[in-house]
């Protein structure tokens, strides 16, 4: 079939042709706009899944959802190795921006504590401040979110930004990826504002998105933190929504799936929707017509794990070192032949594989876990951050 008209979009964060199996979020959040522009009490908003679930998808569409809307949003993702004060920075700045604030001593005083919240590092990092600045012409702000200590200076900062966002009949929306991978001083500022602006009542919100462990790493954090946010577990589509985001964007090129076809494709993709692409994207590209048959899927199954096995899950294998390696392998070997099935392993278990002592083992899992290739969801328990990727392994 011809790919320049192969309608699947298997990109990092990229939107697919149909966003299948949503629906119910997005009328979620249309909801919690509606209330927070009258005034009514709104938590904020937290997404977790494994990797390929398409939250950062969900997340970039409930952000456009607030645009239409008319207000002010700024997205960020946070990285283990930097602090979140100066990409929220930004992300704020384009949030204020967004507003279409008019020229008043109210917004140049918004915009000068925002710069003053940006400039003020504490520690190593304050030295750093005089060399870096959030394109705001404004002078920074004196006594106003810029006392070095990011728990009291987010607060002052989100209350400022909320009152003008009020005065102005809009709101304001932080879209946050990864958030997990917040510091834990952060983390505990970031719940503290949320906890502070919520019970003010100003229009703003926070929606965050990470793996399946976030709402253990804000409870660490802050013990409200479990009524502070709405949580909302994505997951993997249905059989009827995986097979939607495969058909609806066949049809509009004039193609289809046989049933046969489509019941192997779910096999094959385990209904994730970053497989459900990519996937899609190599058999529209292998089948010689419409309809795509089950021989066809047979035929191109081998080329769509061959690109996954280099690309999704190789870039990952290749980050962790040798001992690191051999961790991931015993995860999988501890598993069993239902690795895929198994949500997580007790750490005794891959410790027997190795034919060690858990304790010696720390420092492998300690860093998978910061580079986010594994997570835990409970004490004494691993899983795979990556759907199949326990497959993947044991194929090697």
């Not at 809009?170 to 879209?175: E, L």
């Not at 990470?210 to 993997?236: C, M, T």
């Not at 249905?238 to 019941?263: G, I, K, S, V, Y």
């Not at 779910?266 to 459900?276: H, I, L, R």
Request: proline share 7%.
């Amino acid at each position: 079939m011809d790919p320049i008209r192969n309608p699947y979009a298997p990109g990092a964060g990229q939107r697919p042709p149909e966003l299948a199996g949503r629906d119910e979020q997005l009328r979620a959040f249309d909801v919690v706009l509606e209330r927070v522009a009258k005034g009514r009490p709104e938590r904020s908003l937290v997404l977790t899944g494994l990797r390929g679930v398409g939250k950062t998808v969900l997340l970039n569409t409930l952000r456009s959802q607030a645009v239409r809307k008319g207000w002010g949003t700024g997205k960020l993702e946070a990285r283990p190795d930097q602090r979140l004060r100066r990409p929220l920075s930004s992300a704020l700045h384009q949030a204020v921006r967004e507003l279409g604030h008019p020229e008043t001593d109210q917004s140049d005083h918004v915009l000068g504590v925002l710069r003053a919240f940006a400039q003020r590092e504490a520690g190593p990092q304050a030295k750093l401040r005089d060399q870096w600045s959030p394109g705001i012409d404004v002078p920074a702000a004196r006594g106003r979110a810029d006392s070095g200590d990011i728990e009291i200076d987010l607060v002052e900062l989100l209350t400022d930004v909320g009152g003008l966002a009020a005065d102005l009949g809009k709101g304001v929306g932080v879209f946050l990826d990864e958030m997990q991978d917040l510091g834990p001083d952060d983390v505990s500022a970031l719940c503290a504002a949320c906890h502070e602006i919520s019970q003010t009542g100003l229009p703003v919100i926070v929606v965050g998105a990470g793996l399946p462990h976030l709402p253990a790493v804000l409870s660490a954090s802050k013990s409200y933190s479990e009524r502070l946010f709405s949580y909302q577990r994505i997951d993997r589509l249905e059989r009827p929504e995986a097979d939607r985001a495969l058909t609806a964007p066949a049809a509009d090129e004039e193609a289809t799936f046989t049933d046969d076809a489509l019941a192997a494709m779910y096999d094959a993709t385990g209904g994730y929707p970053y497989f459900v692409q990519a996937y899609g994207k190599t058999f529209w590209d292998v089948a010689p017509r419409s309809p795509i048959t089950v021989d066809d899927v047979a035929v191109a199954a081998p080329e769509a794990e061959r690109e996954l096995a280099v690309g999704f899950f190789g870039s990952r294998f290749e980050r962790a070192t040798p001992g690191e390696r051999e961790y991931l392998h015993a995860m999988a070997d501890a598993a069993g032949d239902e690795v895929d099935a198994v949500g997580s392993v007790p750490t005794a278990d891959v410790a027997a594989v190795l034919g060690k002592k858990p304790q010696s083992l720390s420092p492998a899992r300690d860093s998978l876990l910061k580079k986010g290739l594994i997570y835990s969801g409970e004490r004494g328990r691993i899983a795979f951050t990556v759907p199949h990727f326990g497959r993947f392994l044991r194929s090697r």
